[in-house]
Nanobody
């Protein structure tokens, strides 16, 4: 079984910073994609940033609303993804979810998708 555990959320003033972490554990063979999504009250879950494995490292993708403010990074050795959030705005308030697309040791030919439980980020003015 695979688990994704997020941490690092909290309350911060506008203009401040937070760093989210998401650690994947279990019978993981390879993680292809790790990313962050968020869901604000009354809104649909939306992509924040993803980091996709390549032969030379990772390629990243960001929502337009966070470009230049947020940075996603991965530590393959720890099966962990981070989201450094700077210049936070009230509109960034949401529950942030980690997602991973990966292969497990018992089914190496199939890719599975897993979600974390979510971590609350609240930005006050």
């Amino acid at each position: 079984q695979v688990q994704l555990v997020e941490s690092g959320g909290g309350l911060v003033q506008a203009g401040g910073s937070l760093r989210l972490s998401c650690a994947a554990s279990g019978n993981i063979l390879k993680i292809n994609v790790m990313g962050w999504y968020r869901q604000a009250p009354g809104k649909q879950r939306e992509l924040v940033a993803t980091a996709t494995s390549t032969t030379s490292g990772h390629t990243t993708n960001y929502a337009d609303s966070v470009k230049g403010r947020f940075t996603i990074s991965r530590d393959n050795a720890k099966n962990t993804v981070y989201l450094q959030m700077n210049s936070l705005e009230r509109e960034d308030t949401a529950v942030y979810y980690c997602k991973a697309i990966l292969k497990i040791t018992t089914s190496p030919d199939i890719s599975y998708m897993y979600w974390g439980q979510g971590t609350q980020v609240t930005v006050s003015s």
